[in-house]
């Protein structure tokens, strides 16, 4: 790992405009501010600027504790590597869940979005390790398999395709799943997947 002056060497370059690498280490690289502090302000700086947290992860092992809780705390699964900082692939996920206890994921993970493209068997293991997600976007075919693991899911918000959740079941808007949540973005057009005229206006009520 680097240092922490070296960090913020990289991280601020221009030193005339930003003095917080001097304000953050001495001359021999031992931190000069108290802890809580320290943490309060990278903590801060990861929330606000996400795509510095790569950085943020290479300071000490301290300021790793601190910073990966808020670097799962969002999570954009794509088969397309892209720019949003929250990118994560479905190997580099994997490669966490096997190293860390699965208690992290449940504490941290609050949202996560999937892009078209991930099996049910992918779908399944990451939303049973992020068991306390709240906020939800499907873009891929999820098929009535999902179901019973959706509606353990303490969801808020949720954005999909409801034809791609029930298929030519019958629509229940009835479950489990539907009772917590309070923002809903539907990609399909109600008549589209025979929504009685009522069905929906009561769901959304």
């Known amino acids: 790992m680097t240092t922490s002056s070296s960090f913020f060497r990289h991280l601020f370059p221009f030193r005339a405009r930003l003095c917080l690498p001097s304000a953050f280490v001495t001359s021999n690289n031992s931190p000069s501010l108290p802890p809580e502090l320290e943490r309060e302000i990278l903590e801060f700086t990861a ?12 300071v000490a092992r301290r300021v790793k504790t601190w910073i990966e809780p808020i670097r799962f705390r969002v999570l954009v699964f794509s088969q397309r590597r892209n720019v949003d900082p929250h990118w994560i692939s479905m190997g580099h996920f994997v490669h966490a869940l096997e190293s860390k206890p699965t208690s992290f994921f449940h504490k941290h993970v609050r949202h996560i979005t999937f892009d078209d493209g991930y099996s049910l068997a992918e ?19 999820i098929g009535p398999e999902l179901m019973p693991i959706l509606s353990t899911l ?9 034809e791609d959740i029930f298929f030519r079941q019958p629509i229940d808007l009835k479950n489990p799943m539907f009772s917590r949540i309070t923002h809903v973005e539907l990609y399909d057009f109600p008549c589209k997947v025979g929504y009685s005229g009522r069905t929906l206006p009561s769901f959304l009520s």
């Open 47 to 58: 929330l606000c600027s996400p795509q510095c947290i790569p950085r943020l992860l290479l």
């Open 123 to 141: 779908l399944s293991r990451v939303l049973c390790a992020c068991s306390s997600v709240t906020n939800l976007v499907m873009n891929d075919d």
């Open 154 to 162: 303490p969801l808020n918000r949720f954005a999909c395709e409801l």
